[in-house]
């Protein structure tokens, strides 16, 4: 089993939970603004199946990943930034179940993942038109479960990162929207990943 091969599926394993618990996987109309003093709690149930793997670390074709998760989302409405903001935080679940490339046993780890704190701040919010433009920041904290000798399937990455979405979003007549969306990911150092460092390249989409 190569260093490569695990780190490609740390990489899809911690993608999972980039935003957010699924934060930045954006559903549409996610930027249509509430009026200040609206709060709202969101229950995420994903569950992810991924079997097919693309290197030549994974001889077998067994390579797979199996995650149920569970997140909770408070999010509040307010203008005391000036403007409309959502201050809000997430805090996800895990059972994380994987065939790692080249492995012939599975690994599972369960337990709670890595926290996010941030939120939108709106620069458009005209409600008459369904025109709102604003910049979720989420930043992830590294407190969630950890294991360094099975890092792959661990809930938590042990490292910070940190997720900027740009939104624009319009309204075209009665039923339609068109939204568009500018994301990045940062990540910081894992620094006890089978005790060795472990870097990831920003994403960009």
């Known amino acids: 089993m190569t260093s490569t091969c695990l780190r490609n599926l740390t ?3 911690a993608s999972l ?4 618990s699924r ?6 109309r996610d930027f249509f603004a509430a009026p ?3 709060r709202l709690g969101v229950l995420y149930l994903p569950a992810t199946r991924a079997g097919d793997f693309h290197g030549p670390a994974d001889s077998t074709g067994k390579a797979d990943l199996r995650v149920n998760a569970v997140a909770y989302r408070q999010v509040y409405f307010t203008d ?7 201050p809000q935080f997430i805090l996800p679940f895990a059972d994380i179940s994987a065939r790692v490339p080249g492995a012939n046993q599975r690994s599972r780890e369960r337990g709670l993942g890595d926290p996010q704190v941030g939120g939108t701040l709106f620069f458009v ?3 008459a038109s369904r025109t ?10 590294p407190v969630g479960e950890y294991h360094s000798q099975n890092p792959d399937v661990s809930p938590g990455a042990n490292r910070w990162g940190a997720t900027f979405v740009y939104n624009y979003t319009h309204g075209i007549g009665e039923n339609w929207v068109l939204e ?6 940062l990540y910081g150092r894992n620094d006890d990943y089978f005790g060795s460092e472990l870097k990831q390249a920003p994403l960009y989409r």
């Open 11 to 13: 990489v899809l394993c």
């Open 17 to 20: 939970f980039s935003l957010d």
């Open 23 to 28: 934060a930045a996987d954006l559903n549409a």
């Open 36 to 38: 200040p003093g609206t």
């Open 80 to 86: 005391a930034c000036g403007t409309l903001c959502t």
């Open 125 to 127: 919010n005209d409600p």
């Open 132 to 141: 709102y433009s604003g910049l979720l920041s989420l930043i992830t904290v």
């Open 180 to 185: 568009a969306n500018l994301e990045a990911q």
